[in-house]
């Protein structure tokens, strides 16, 4: 029984039958393709070899034992590990609980050279050499730190306990990783003019972390305001450069330069007033940010209204379900043609609020001025979607959800489209505000570098 306990119990079988395996102690492995030298030479009778690869058989169960290895300094964390007849190894943790895990995800993951890539991190394994159906031949606890697997072609895969418990199918485990990566979101009303501080732009060429910070914000509560920017064509992309790059657009392939001109495409090139809408509506994927930098103040009016449209869209499910769902469901088309930096004949279709798999708000499109009169539905669902965008409208233009705010030379406001809804009040004299976009995935990407390079916590 001691020899038991402190070396390796294992039972090896085919089928369908249940394999236990025990806590093992072992600090290496040899003879018999890595089998300690008393379990090879039983074991044969058990597995076949034949031109080095294993080979199912049907032996009834069978307990093995070896020879004490060296002991282990810490504590084990792996107890058990038992290949099931359900398709699963179900590894017993020390500390309580079993998880699951499946063979064909096992050997699709195998972390050998051969089939993954330590440098990259990609698989090296297709798909098409994978039997879904694959079960090991054998399942063995390494020191209480790993479980190792032999496939039925000699093959052995080995998973480090940590490696496993990140990956636990548990639905407590699935939940956690879940809600460590769901955004942190704070959403706002007309108060957070208030609390709208703005950060030095040198500060944001200089240091890492006060760039962080900046675009954290603008993650998490949709805007964030910087000042002291040079009044000058270029700063956006400097900016943008910092993390990555500006996003193309059919303004131009930087920044675009946003004042009161004739024969214009864009009622944002006059002086007239935009109502409150997202940007880019038209595309399929529209960019993710907005960065206006105003260069030059209107002597006169030029206010811009910025709204929370998280906060908006959920005000209404409160309010008024039936409309929420008809704003979540409708199909709406934006279209936009003309000539700028190129010509354009742009038109997309979906609804002004989007949802994810959790049914949560994930992005805000709408531009009432953009949308065609063209609907795709019913005659009966025309007048409650009427109703629908009636309801939304009150909301997004009541005192308490709007910011009111206007712009200084010098200052550059940066706020997440997906989210923010704004506009533009009417304005007189030389308006200039350059604008330029950018996507989420690189600024994402950037705030997930800066995480795990300082050990930062979403």
């Known amino acids: 029984m001691a020899l038991l306990t402190r070396g390796v119990a294992r039972i090896i079988a085919s089928g369908q039958a249940t394999k236990l395996v025990s806590i093992t102690s072992m600090k290496s492995l040899s003879c018999g393709r890595g089998l300690p030298l008393t379990v090879s030479r039983m074991a044969s009778s058990a597995v076949g070899c034949s031109g080095g690869k294993a080979e199912m058989c049907q032996p009834s169960h069978r307990w093995f034992s070896t020879p004490a290895a060296e002991s282990v300094r810490t504590a084990p964390v792996i107890e058990k590990a038992r290949l099931d007849s359900g398709g699963v190894v179900e590894v017993e943790w020390s500390s309580g609980g079993v998880s699951s895990f499946p063979y064909v995800w096992l050997r699709d993951n195998c972390q050998c050279p051969d089939c993954h890539s330590a440098t990259t991190g990609f698989r090296c394994v297709m798909i098409k050499?994978?039997?879904?159906?694959?079960?090991?031949?054998?399942?063995?606890?390494?020191?209480?730190?790993?479980?190792?697997?032999?496939?039925?072609?000699?093959?052995?895969?080995?998973?480090?306990?940590?490696?496993?418990?990140?990956?636990?199918?548990?639905?407590?485990?699935?939940?956690?990783?879940?809600?460590?990566?769901?955004?942190?979101?704070?959403?706002?009303?007309?108060?957070?003019?208030?609390?709208?501080?703005?950060?030095?732009?040198?500060?944001?060429?200089?240091?890492?972390?006060?760039?962080?910070?900046?675009f954290n914000t603008i993650d998490t509560t949709g805007l964030a305001l910087t000042s002291n920017v040079p009044c000058e064509v270029g700063q956006q992309q400097r900016l943008a450069e910092r993390i990555a790059y500006l996003r193309p657009t059919h303004y131009g392939l930087h920044e675009s330069s946003v004042y009161s001109k004739p024969n214009t495409s864009n009622l944002a090139f006059t002086g007239q007033r935009l109502h409150c809408h997202t940007d880019m509506p038209q595309y399929s994927f529209p960019a993710g940010i907005l960065l206006l930098h105003c260069v030059k103040e209107a002597e006169e009016g030029g206010e811009n209204e910025l709204i929370d449209g998280y906060r908006a869209a959920y005000q209404l499910k409160e309010i008024d379900p039936e409309a929420f769902r008809t704003l979540t469901t409708t199909p709406v088309s934006f279209a936009m043609h003309g000539k700028d930096y190129i010509r354009y004949d742009l038109e997309k279709t979906r609804p002004i609020i989007s949802l994810n798999a959790e049914g949560e708000v994930e992005r805000i499109c709408y531009a009432n001025q953009l949308r065609s009169g063209l609907m795709d539905v019913p005659v009966e669902r025309v007048q409650p979607f009427y109703r629908a965008m009636r309801a939304w409208d009150d909301i997004l233009y009541h005192p308490d959800n709007c910011i009111l705010t206007k712009l200084n030379a010098g200052e550059m406001v940066v706020f997440d489209n997906w989210r923010l809804i704004h506009g533009r009040r009417g304005f007189q004299g030389g308006r200039h505000v350059q604008t330029a976009y950018m996507d989420w995935d690189e600024v994402r990407s950037f705030l997930g570098v800066v995480r795990r390079e300082r050990n930062l916590k979403n």
Do not use: C, N
């Open 129 to 214: 050499d994978i039997d879904p159906s694959i079960a090991p031949v054998m399942a063995e606890v390494v020191d209480g730190k790993s479980i190792q697997l032999e496939w039925p072609d000699g093959h052995r895969s080995e998973f480090d306990w940590q490696w496993l418990q990140d990956r636990s199918f548990t639905r407590e485990a699935r939940e956690q990783r879940r809600e460590a990566k769901r955004r942190k979101l704070h959403l706002w009303g007309s108060e957070q003019l208030q609390k709208l501080q703005p950060v030095d732009f040198e500060a944001l060429m200089t240091d890492e972390m006060a760039l962080y910070e900046f």
